[in-house]
Nanobody, 120 residues
């Protein structure tokens, strides 16, 4: 059974930092494209960042230079370091895993989400 479990969300003041974690089980982490998405109230879910199997990364313009995605293959965990947080970063952040296996075909899994609130 595949599980993506996020942690690390919370309340932080503008300009502060948070680090989110996503622990994956049931998938081969290093063969997946791992990503973070977010959804603010009343808005559609949007891509924040992804990291591919070779380590290449992709960032939304709104977070480039402030957020950093990284992965630990040994721990099957992906991280999102968020610095210089702004109120507009407030959202539920979701971990995502996409990939393909020869036995089951393509997969696309989501975590349950973790709330990030940036406010003074």
């Amino acid at each position: 059974q595949v599980q993506l479990v996020e942690s690390g969300g919370g309340l932080v003041q503008p300009g502060g930092s948070l680090r989110l974690s996503c622990a994956a089980s049931g998938i081969i982490f290093r063969f997946s494209v791992m990503g973070w998405y977010r959804q603010a109230p009343g808005k559609q879910r949007e891509l924040v960042t992804t990291i591919a199997t070779g380590g290449s990364t992709n960032y939304a313009d709104s977070v480039r230079g402030r957020f950093t995605i990284s992965g630990d293959n040994a721990k099957n965990t992906v991280y999102l370091q968020m610095n210089s947080l702004k109120p507009e970063d407030t959202a539920v952040y979701y971990c995502n895993a996409k990939g393909f296996t020869m036995t089951t075909g393509p997969y696309d899994y989501w975590g349950q989400g973790t709330q990030v609130t940036v406010a003074s």
